[in-house]
């Protein structure tokens, strides 16, 4: 099978720890976090149960916005349609996308029902009023708002859709992204993972379903988010949104810092099951397709940054999926327990984080792992290391039985 020549030109990156590039790297590796418990009006229940743990999370400060956005635009932009906005701006100007036809370029939205927060406030502000309701809500209230959003601020022209994968979502993005390129359809492909703004029935909805921490730190927030650890009880909801620019690396000469590295193989499979436990032979099976498209052998891999929600099941699923695949000798290290768990916005975001640690030859901390429940594997401890990675797998995972993995080669 001929390899394939698809890289990544220019990122974006919008997360609780830094907004963009320079900021987000450096809290990455310092090992930064900015968890707490949530105050984003919405967040919380109205009244919530003597006793009921507040939900903690990670939660983005004021956005810096494009200067050039229209205000009227962003008057009734939800917050997920600012974050891409941002988040795309800063991947625009890295990989220099204004010197690229407007009809060459595409977009991928990866992420479903993001809005829900804005939805629900904006229900109870117009309930028993709702002829009064606003004429961009019949816009707003669909995904594909975040696309008609970005192609109008930045002239997109191509094509643009959205994907749904769940938590998973913006790694499929990246897969449609590269078989757009692939084809011919654009010569650039934009895959963003769209920050899924949460309310509180989404929040109760996962805790009620044993995947949303945490009870058991509702007084130490900051010790919440713990994947691979024996004290996880789920995982910590972390608001972000990561942009990648896809396109082939004989194209890829416009930006002054990419490409950062090269998609030498990837892959997606199923396991055909609505709910959401996983399963080590989806998760091996996307592991080894990946492989096979990049024609690495394991033990060639030297780092993987791995799905790590801190979900019982989860972890404990994905760390025997890497041993059968032969994977137990590679660095690993926990994005979550920095960043939260971005969900649809998470496999993006995990990936940009995977590119950044390579182009800087350093691999972040682990935070929180105090008891790693396979202390025979190579984890990065509490300070970042210096490694130089010349082939990583990010794994991203999603309920629904959704199973992806990508190989990235050092440039």
């Given at each position: 099978?001929?390899?394939?020549?698809?890289v990544?030109s220019g990122?974006?990156?919008?997360?609780?720890?830094?907004?963009?590039r320079?900021?987000?790297t450096?809290a990455l590796?310092?090992?930064?976090?900015?968890f707490g418990?949530?105050?984003?009006?919405?967040?919380q229940r109205?009244a919530?149960a003597e006793?009921?743990?507040p939900f903690?999370g990670?939660?983005?400060?004021?956005?810096a916005?494009?200067p050039d956005?229209p205000?009227?635009?962003?008057?009734t932009?939800?917050?997920?349609g600012?974050?891409?906005?941002?988040?795309?701006h800063e991947?625009?100007q890295?990989?220099a996308?204004?010197?690229?036809a407007?009809e060459r370029?595409?977009?991928v939205?990866g992420g479903s029902n993001?809005q829900?927060r804005?939805?629900?406030?904006?229900?109870?502000?117009?309930?028993?009023r709702?002829?009064?309701?606003?004429?961009?809500?019949?816009?707003?209230f669909m995904?594909?708002?975040?696309?008609g959003l970005?192609?109008?601020v930045?002239?997109?022209r191509?094509?643009?859709?959205t994907v749904g994968g769940?938590s998973?979502?913006g790694?499929?993005?990246?897969?449609e992204?590269?078989a757009?390129v692939?084809?011919?359809?654009?010569?650039v492909?934009?895959?963003?993972?769209?920050l899924?703004d949460?309310?509180?029935?989404e929040?109760?909805g996962?805790r009620s379903?044993?995947?949303?921490?945490?009870?058991h730190?509702a007084?130490?927030p900051a010790?919440?988010?713990?994947p691979?650890d024996?004290?996880?009880d789920?995982?910590?909801f972390g608001e972000?949104?990561?942009?990648?620019v896809?396109e082939?690396q004989?194209?890829?000469?416009?930006g002054?810092h990419?490409?950062?590295?090269r998609?030498?193989g990837?892959?997606m499979?199923?396991?055909?099951n609505?709910?959401?436990?996983?399963?080590v032979?989806?998760?091996v099976?996307?592991?080894?397709?990946?492989?096979?498209?990049?024609?690495?052998s394991?033990?060639r891999?030297?780092?993987?940054?791995?799905h790590?929600?801190?979900?019982?099941?989860g972890?404990?699923t994905?760390?025997a999926s890497l041993?059968r695949?032969?994977?137990?000798h590679?660095?690993?290290n926990?994005?979550?327990?920095i960043?939260?768990?971005g969900?649809?916005?998470?496999?993006?975001?995990?990936l940009?984080?995977?590119?950044?640690?390579m182009?800087?030859?350093?691999?972040?901390?682990c935070?929180?792992l105090?008891?790693?429940i396979?202390?025979?594997l190579r984890?990065?401890?509490?300070?970042?290391?210096?490694?130089?990675?010349?082939h990583a797998?990010?794994?991203?995972?999603?309920?629904g039985?959704?199973?992806?993995?990508?190989?990235l080669?050092?440039?």
């Amino acid at each position: 099978m001929k390899k394939p020549d698809i890289v990544i030109s220019g990122i974006g990156v919008t997360a609780a720890i830094g907004q963009g590039r320079d900021a987000f790297t450096a809290a990455l590796l310092a090992g930064e976090h900015r968890f707490g418990v949530m105050r984003r009006p919405g967040r919380q229940r109205p009244a919530p149960a003597e006793g009921d743990a507040p939900f903690i999370g990670a939660e983005i400060g004021e956005l810096a916005l494009p200067p050039d956005v229209p205000r009227a635009l962003l008057r009734t932009a939800s917050l997920s349609g600012q974050a891409a906005l941002a988040t795309l701006h800063e991947a625009w100007q890295d990989a220099a996308l204004a010197q690229v036809a407007p009809e060459r370029i595409g977009l991928v939205i990866g992420g479903s029902n993001v809005q829900q927060r804005e939805l629900v406030q904006l229900h109870d502000a117009y309930r028993g009023r709702e002829q009064y309701l606003r004429p961009t809500y019949g816009m707003s209230f669909m995904d594909s708002d975040l696309c008609g959003l970005c192609s109008e601020v930045f002239g997109i022209r191509g094509f643009a859709c959205t994907v749904g994968g769940a938590s998973a979502s913006g790694q499929v993005a990246v897969l449609e992204a590269i078989a757009a390129v692939e084809s011919g359809r654009v010569d650039v492909c934009i895959a963003i993972g769209a920050l899924m703004d949460l309310s509180y029935w989404e929040c109760q909805g996962f805790r009620s379903l044993g995947a949303m921490g945490s009870s058991h730190f509702a007084d130490e927030p900051a010790r919440a988010s713990r994947p691979f650890d024996a004290g996880r009880d789920g995982f910590i909801f972390g608001e972000a949104c990561g942009a990648l620019v896809i396109e082939r690396q004989g194209t890829a000469q416009r930006g002054t810092h990419g490409p950062y590295a090269r998609l030498a193989g990837w892959a997606m499979t199923l396991d055909g099951n609505r709910n959401p436990n996983p399963s080590v032979d989806g998760e091996v099976g996307a592991v080894r397709r990946a492989l096979q498209m990049a024609g690495v052998s394991p033990s060639r891999i030297d780092y993987v940054n791995p799905h790590g929600t801190g979900s019982n099941i989860g972890d404990t699923t994905e760390l025997a999926s890497l041993r059968r695949c032969e994977l137990d000798h590679a660095w690993l290290n926990t994005t979550k327990s920095i960043v939260g768990h971005g969900l649809s916005a998470a496999g993006a975001v995990e990936l940009i984080a995977v590119a950044l640690q390579m182009k800087e030859g350093q691999l972040h901390p682990c935070r929180n792992l105090d008891e790693p429940i396979d202390d025979t594997l190579r984890w990065v401890g509490p300070q970042a290391v210096e490694h130089r990675i010349d082939h990583a797998l990010n794994l991203s995972m999603g309920f629904g039985g959704i199973n992806t993995a990508v190989c990235l080669q050092r440039i």
